[in-house]
């Protein structure tokens, strides 16, 4: 399969959208639909105040992911943002080549600055195992049974 990662456009928000409805509600609660759609319809807004990268993941020219990052807060901290691959295309090393072109990006444009996410039980694990260190813990802070996990990137 031909794998492809690059800059998000408009034509890309219903796949975005179809691929993150994909992962509803193991992955993302139902609230958090409307939003990812509120952060894609108003993308380019963002990107001219504070600069926000998104990504999407394709495979043999079919969107079947999406991430970003940014400084959404102003504060000079670097988080990665709604990092997804549709459920059907889970466990096949999608996740990792998104996480790790992040990971570049990051490195090029912010190398000094802090990298910081926050997900869920679901996925704590997958960001340990490439560098990131929990920080905070909150118990059913998405929904009853959707913990948050604050982690930070230490590296590897």
Not at 24 to 39: A, D, K, Y
Not at 82 to 87: A, D, N, Y
Request: hydrophobic letters at 35%; charged letters at 25%; aromatic letters at 18%.
């Amino acid at each position: 399969m031909d794998v492809n990662i690059r800059e998000y456009q408009l034509a890309d928000r219903e796949g975005c959208l179809m691929a993150f409805k994909s992962n509803v509600p193991l992955f993302f609660t139902s609230e958090e639909v409307g939003f990812f759609t509120n952060f894609l319809d108003t993308f380019y807004d963002k990107v001219t105040d504070i600069k926000t990268y998104f990504f999407v993941v394709l495979v043999d020219n079919k969107i079947i992911g999406c991430g970003g990052f940014g400084d959404k807060d102003n504060t000079q901290t670097i988080s990665l943002a709604w990092g997804l691959i549709h459920k059907d295309f889970h466990k096949k090393g999608y996740g990792e080549k998104l996480l790790k072109y992040r990971l570049e990006r990051i490195q090029k444009f912010y190398p000094a600055n802090p990298l910081v996410i926050d997900t869920t039980q679901f996925s704590v694990g997958f960001f340990e195992k490439y560098g990131f260190e929990i920080t905070k813990y909150t118990p059913d802070f998405y929904e009853k049974g959707m913990h948050r996990y604050d982690l930070i990137f230490k590296g590897k």
